[in-house]
């Protein structure tokens, strides 16, 4: 027997051990593991490496994906170069599944988010044997209670905060820390709750300056001249406006400037007089080695996979739901992402210790 | 209104965090909060202190308990000093019932483990208005899912894995981390997997010398000369006898010496003849800031106490259950603690990727 | 015995040890101890605290200062309301003397950077006694080997390359981390080499576009299609210009936009083609608990100065000079910057490891 | 040329990296690197690997070494089995300088303990080349200001010691913290005044009971009832005896039992009856991923090691001597260690902050 596994998408703490544990699983029924490089780039082009046991050592506690990803891998869409040399986006579908027929592959993990899973939803629809693994640090998808990567990101995101405390209580400053979660706010709910801020801004809740400032302001007047924000990048501005960074200008290029950290930074401090700091955390959120929690999570994820896959299922995802790690339908799974309500608990909860959503 | 707080039992992750949650919630609403030092003797003693918003700055990352806690505020069998010096046991619940009453205390707040939840259930029964919130690092409570400080305790747990990863390698030894968990092996288990380890031994496996030999030699005919074996401290000896730790001869005296992880060092290293090092985690696991995870659940639990304190509630303790922190009879919640199962989905987990249980 | 102590300048890990550690030494000597807050401007507005036993309990490993620092603190040009409510610039210098012999201090520990210092050098002219501690997260000091705060500055971005790393990996990316140093590039150059950085750039050494490009593309075809860039934020610009953060147009705020590590990303990107993410560290860098290290070094000046202090001392500063803390006069202290010299032991040792400094 | 590297004796953060930076400079100038396995045994047997650049991938932040340690690789009395299967300890060092020849190894780079680097000096005196790294986590070198591998077992022992002060506080205990050091009190000097221990016993320090107990007795005057005891595992006992671990009766097994912690934990418990728990550290110490001191002193030392053995030095080892690295004599480097005076600076700061040391 015969499994591939793929990752997709942006980078996720758990990655590594979600192939570590499929493949150790795998091996112990005696099946054998091929890698695809960078998603389905890699069954499209056939590039893929042999797992064994040498490949997966050390994987547990390894951030990234020996496998790499790559956000341009899109079989319905690739970018194939045309004899003049020009780049065509062009359906390889048809391709990629006689690849997989002939490198006799039984069943193959697609590890990935949004993306990465609709496309393995198609390919099932074409025929294609593939288990789906959610993976986004966002954690806002529908069809499981909680995703890896998600602890990690809410851990380094708790740590910035605790850090930016001292400085902005020895400061008496405002500090405004973004943090990822471009349609839902669950990273910065969270790690807002457990880092202490004092302002909590997500996508899925309007608010207005005049808000802040009150809660700022009511600090100041308990003996507490510092306050700090906690904002996802997906929040909208003060009026409802979606937030595009600004680019150096005339350059072209993709590099982020100025998000809704800033600007709500620099409102807060016309408003308030007060000396306002932000942090944008970036990248950094998406890295490092992933914590225990997420390697735990990863390995149940990897292993319920590969048992999925010799069993000869497809088209599901496994996903969590209470204390069980289950197989759900692909098809559902990428149909629904969860966004924070406002009667969600933790939000109601944070109320009551006094945080602001500036509402 | 006036409500009253209590920690009682070993230290745990997270205490502070549920005192500042409940005195936010708590104060949100104008309720005057005291906080009783060393658990049930602060009330006997009428030793307390008030509970202000300065009391409570700073304590939602930081370890241990503000007021303390002490095993020995049973007041049931309470030391009580005789006019001759001597120490006897009384009852003095009927003396903690009246200050309450003394104190005005519309409600008590009681964090703690089976032992104060228990003198908690048997205070309600004789008229007290008391909310219990649970708090063990082991997390083998049947009534939650999940209990603060376990994720902070497997963290700890886990990060000495990995420190003890390279050194086992380096020098082709075995090595043997023993973690908390007197009756379950929730700790090791986690940790086990989360770490990597190759061996896990809990309280509810039995296990055999015979077993784990074979899982560290077909190791080493694999080319890894090195292992790693947790054990939980409850785990029982070869012959499923109680291991009782070894004192220095004579001193009649409670510290601590060899207990199993010794036991099973020294076993390992007589049957492979493999260089086996054991180190003993201790309190470091019980102590320090606690996880995120840790913060968000203590902070959940705190406000909901504090909640059910305000609307009369008595008799309830705190639990999660699912995604949602709910009441449940405190009756209920200290009959039945929770132990790993064989058919645990992780324990299957586990040994898919190849964790030997020593059974 | 009468000793004052004020902190002054940018947030630095260890203030709070210094304090500590200085206070104990003083205690233990019977001299009381006045905390001024907000730097000078407690003296000038006679704005303090009592420190005492209770009030140093745990500061330690806690980040930032109890006693508050503030920029507009400047005894010689320092911000006064006019009776129109207007504010006025004066000096102010003979009111804060005269507070001294008021408030009968013997002493005064002033612990701060180059503003403080220098400030601290010119009150000594003009007969106050003040024992200065350095304090610079930049390490960018002639007088003294080591300052606080650097050591856990460069674990900070030390830990995000780490994190970076295995993103930029996964991703076949290029990161740009752009850390503090305004004039010198120590924290750059230190967490360079020891979070593994391709490319450092730093204010001391010019660097061009060709040269990092060079070393992306090198190391793309030894199969390494990733490279960690790492950039102190006083880096000039590829013809040496001096980079000044773009703001958001029109509203006249201090919020920073892009800088040096943002125009290096869209550089490389646009040269390369290779996707390039970048993060800005920022005040992430300035707080946290001090490393092991910071605590040592910091309680060690604080002793050193309270022990000048008492001994009639002025206008001295704490210095590390090889394995001792040594008194320097604060005059030359706060002469002499140290920048990172292209013969440094360490640039060479980075060099004969492969990393570029894109000159 | 040809240029091999051992590593000898016990784990110590940093190995890895000063592998990686001897390469990485060996590389770059055309060198081949042999890397033989567990120490001089590799030699002997001529069990060795070529390091490339893909076997020095991702060392740098990696705890351990690739090559394997021994502690039994003494040539000069190596293990040798006879034809009649019994094990006979002899001479083997022409062996070992015969297959230095056959290898064509122009120079060999040691790195090690005392152990190791003896033998490395007595090699060197038969004729053979090599260059020496010293290796101890102790920092117990006279030759060498600092070790590679000391400030992360300071880090470990530091946050030990902030989780246990937690607990102590929450409990009104006295923790004891056994930590390495056989011969010196480094660690314990050093984590004690970064983890704000009361009380630190080191070899080099008589101590008495009535010390410590006085020192314990005088915080519960003030208000603190607990106390943080550090202690290093040579420390002597009460009366200067030096103890040896129990271990279990009659298994003749070398797992270490009660140590020098747990004889002060039982002594301190019954003279003062306040509750006493240990803690004993252990190898948690000598692994993990280096701080980034230990990953730039350990970089430092292999690019000077290997510029070393490629100019054709041999009999010197690498040191730090104040901010350089610099080559010593071996011979000079083996004779003397370092042990911590009574006059040193930061003992005498330690006093002055209140740290008792028992005498």
Known sequence: MRVGILTGGGDCPGLNAVIRAAAKALFARGVDVLGFRDGYRGIIEKDWITI????????????????????????????????????????????????????????????????????????????????????????????????????????????????????????????????????????????????????????????????????????????????????????????????????????GDPIRLGGIGQLIGSLVEQATGVETRVTVLGHIQRGGSPSPLDRILATRFGVAAAELAMSGHSGQMVALKGQEVVPVPLEEATRETSSVSLDNQLVLAARSTGISFGD
Chains 1, 2, 3, 4 share one sequence.
């Open 52 to 251: 064994d046991k040498k490949a997966i050592s050390g994987l547990l506690h390894r951030g990234g994906t020996i496998l790499g990803t790559n956000n341009r891998d899109n079989p319905f869409n690739f970018p194939v170069e045309t004899p003049e040399g020009e780049i065509e986006y062009c359906d390889v579908s048809e391709q990629l599944l006689e690849n997989i027929k002939e490198l006799q592959l039984d069943n193959l993990i697609s590890i990935g988010g949004d993306g990465t899973l609709s496309i393995a939803n198609e390919l099932v629809a074409k025929g294609a044997h593939i288990i789906g693994v959610p993976k986004t640090i966002d954690n806002d998808l529908e069809a499981t209670d909680q995703t890896f990567g998600f602890d990690t990101a809410v851990t380094t995101a708790t740590e910035a905060l605790d850090k930016l405390h001292t400085t902005a209580e020895s400061h008496h400053r405002v500090m405004v820390l973004e943090v990822m979660g471009r349609y839902s706010g669950w990273i910065a709910l969270w790690s807002g709750v457990a880092g202490g801020a004092d302002v909590v801004l997500i996508p899925e809740i309007p608010w207005s300056l005049d808000s802040i400032v009150e809660k700022i302001e009511d600090r100041q007047n308990e003996g507490k001249p510092f306050s700090i924000i906690i904002v996802a990048e997906g929040t909208p501005g003060p009026g409802g406006e979606h937030i595009i960074r600004d680019r150096i200008e005339g350059s």
